[in-house]
């Protein structure tokens, strides 16, 4: 799988079948022939980029087998309404269970990689990189992630292993930035960096004082994140987030800041249109 641990992609995939079929397929089972053999296609019912086919593929193997996928787009393609995504041939019983299971994955993860490229395309010519968050659905994290590599984007911390990252409640709690930077240099490895989330000007000040290697302007207008990048002058990375949509974006990457997280790549995007048809494409 590319980019993706296969045995991952197996849990994913059978939790979805398990899901979707806890004993038997009482309309396939009863209607159909074990050895029935069938042809049809996936087809794209809308403009964007794909993302998913090598799992939709493994669906059909967990879901009985017996099924030849043949994709003829892949990952990452920009596709148009009516091209055809993938051709199948195989054991009907198969293709039938595992239609929705494919398709969810499939979707999502191409609504993923749809959206993630249209922001990549809204800021392109700035400097500023388009960046997921950790707003994902449980279990699908790294598939979710994938997607949104698919779209052009980049990925934030995997979980909260990957980095150090004070948020406004850890800076309350231990009485102020600099202390909280302090006391976390004590104790993680040369690896490990540190992105601190700051509301004000005046904590910008503090952070850079402390060190930091990146700091997360939150919720800050344009004209506050301009001062907020001359202020700190290249010595820190910059990171934009909070309330930012497809109307204040490139704005938001004119002021110079280096990165742009958006949640909603991940927790609230729509769908792309694909369906299963039958018959048989070339």
């Not at 729509?270 to 369906?275: E, G, L, Q, R």
Request: charged share 25%; with cysteine.
């Amino acid at each position: 799988m590319t980019q993706l641990l296969p045995a991952y992609v197996d849990e994913v995939v059978q939790r979805a079948l398990t899901e979707d079929i806890t004993g038997i397929d009482v309309t396939s089972d009863f209607l159909l022939s074990p050895d029935d053999e069938s042809d049809c296609y996936l087809m794209a019912k809308d403009d964007g980029v794909l993302c998913g086919m090598e799992i939709a593929a493994r669906v059909f193997d967990l879901a009985g087998g017996g099924v030849t996928f043949v994709p003829k787009m892949h990952d990452g393609d920009r596709v148009k309404y009516g091209d055809i995504l993938a051709v199948m041939h195989g054991n009907t019983r198969t293709l039938l269970k595992g239609e929705r299971s494919a398709l969810n994955l499939l979707q999502h993860l191409s609504g993923i990689a749809t959206e993630t490229r249209r922001c990549v395309d809204i800021v392109a010519g700035t400097k500023a990189s388009i960046a997921d968050t950790r707003k994902c659905m449980v279990g699908i994290r790294a598939m979710q992630k994938y997607a949104v590599r698919c779209g052009g984007g980049k990925n934030h911390r995997f979980n909260l292993s990957d980095g150090a990252m004070l948020k406004d409640n850890h800076i309350d709690a231990c009485g102020g930035i600099i202390p909280a930077i302090t006391q976390l240099r004590q104790h993680i490895g040369h690896m490990v960096r540190i992105e601190v989330e700051v509301r004000t000007l005046d904590e910008l000040r503090e952070a850079l004082e402390a060190k930091a290697d990146i700091i997360m302007l939150d919720n800050m207008d344009c004209g506050t994140m301009r001062e907020a990048v001359a202020i700190t002058d290249g010595r820190a990375l910059l990171e934009a987030s909070g309330g930012i949509t497809h109307d204040t974006l490139r704005a938001v990457a004119e002021t110079g800041v280096d990165i742009i997280s958006i949640g909603a790549l991940t927790h609230s995007v729509k769908a792309f249109d694909i369906s299963m048809k039958w018959g048989k494409k070339a």
